[in-house]
């Protein structure tokens, strides 16, 4: 499924998951919330951009993370 991306270096973009918990995108790593967006004119649910992705997993410092 489509899902849309939500803060961090991602921001608005549309990518496709099984659906776990967790998705990678890039170096940053996004987490499934209860939101629902609109993109391409579908709603699709969002994924957020974790505060704590670039420091516990070392992700984040070449693609600029936030
Ligand atoms: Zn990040």
């Given at each position: 499924?489509?899902?849309?991306?939500?803060?961090?270096?991602?921001?608005?973009?549309?990518?496709?998951?099984?659906?776990?918990?967790?998705?990678?995108?890039?170096?940053?790593?996004?987490?499934?919330?209860?939101?629902?967006?609109?993109?391409?004119?579908?709603?699709?649910?969002?994924?957020?951009?974790?505060q704590d992705c670039?420091?516990?997993y070392g992700r984040?410092?070449?693609?600029?993370?936030?």
């Amino acid at each position: 499924m489509n899902v849309l991306l939500s803060g961090g270096p991602g921001h608005g973009q549309v990518v496709e998951t099984a659906g776990g918990e967790t998705l990678l995108w890039r170096a940053c790593l996004y987490e499934r919330t209860g939101e629902t967006g609109r993109a391409r004119r579908e709603e699709m649910r969002v994924y957020a951009h974790r505060q704590d992705c670039c420091e516990p997993y070392g992700r984040g410092a070449e693609d600029g993370c936030e």
